[in-house]
């Protein structure tokens, strides 16, 4: 009997020890991933405190440069519509977003500069919202050309559509462990391995699946309708239009999954 209680409790002192082993192994991963993780300099999942910190809007209530309504003579004014990308989300500087260099770009070497490009630009819009936009403050810059930052996820959603291509949890979203979910890194690593690997072996939909799945739904009708009003209205109103595409940066190549949105979109630019 003596022997057996021995036993039990020997097993117990195991399964403790390669428990405490475990968390210590853990605790040295997290610190690892605390010391060389950006977060805590720039944590985008924060979008509150980021906005704090970076976004000055001006009066007009956007992220950009004071322009006035009146364009200055001998002035060509460009008018970019967009969403997040646009708007420079992740971008501590206004002057390192796109638009502001294509704009330094365009003037660099002259003596006076002869472009602007002005951004109304807003985080989640959709091309109904920049179309909106247009029509309610974009015309009072009498903009020379009109230029849509289309990115895919820009169409708006119908509510018969349903892919999800969100990053599933890892662990269950339980109060006690909501801690562990915003604040470890290691864990944001594990989850984000985790969800790229069943991408991988194709038991979770990808955003460039969701994508291509949009471009066959209504939501896509629904877009054409959206394109087809600025095509429209920059033929009546007299000025240039053009879609610039955004692509998936992170999958540019020879297989690359969405050259057929692009195809699509070049019919309408």
């Known amino acids: 009997m003596r022997s057996s209680i021995t036993g039990k409790k020997a097993f117990f002192l195991k399964i403790l020890i390669l428990n405490i082993a475990l968390l210590f192994s853990v605790g040295f991963l997290e610190l690892g991933f605390q010391i060389v993780s950006t977060a805590k300099i720039d944590n985008f999942a924060k979008t509150q405190e980021w906005h704090k910190k970076y976004v000055v809007r001006n009066s007009k209530g956007y992220r950009d440069k ?77 903009p020379d050309l009109v230029l849509l930052a289309f990115y895919h996820n820009d169409i708006p959603r119908s509510q ?15 109060k006690i462990l909501k801690i562990i979910n915003e604040n470890s890194e290691f864990y944001r690593f594990l989850k984000f391995r985790i969800n790229r690997l069943l991408e991988t072996l194709n038991w979770k939909n990808k955003f460039s699946d969701c994508i291509n799945e949009k471009f066959q739904s209504r939501s896509w009708e629904m877009e054409k309708i959206y394109l087809n009003t600025f095509l429209t209205t920059s033929r009546v109103k007299k000025y240039h239009f053009m879609i610039a595409h955004i692509p998936l940066l992170h999958e540019l190549g020879d297989k690359y999954s969405l050259k057929s949105s692009h195809k699509v979109l070049k019919d309408y630019s």
Do not use: M
Request: charged residues 25%; aromatic residues 16%; negative net charge.
């Open 66 to 142: 004071e322009y006035s309504y009146e364009k200055p003579e001998g002035v060509f004014r460009i008018l970019v519509l967009g969403d997040s990308q646009t708007f420079g989300h992740g971008i501590n500087k206004l002057e390192d977003t796109w638009h502001k260099k294509l704009e330094n770009s365009l003037n660099k070497n002259l003596d006076h500069p002869r472009f602007e490009i002005i951004s109304l630009a807003g985080e989640g819009w959709n091309t109904d919202t920049q179309l909106y936009e247009l029509f309610l403050n974009g015309f009072k810059f009498n």
């Open 160 to 174: 018969f559509f349903d892919c999800q291509a969100s990053d599933i949890d890892v662990i269950p979203a339980y």
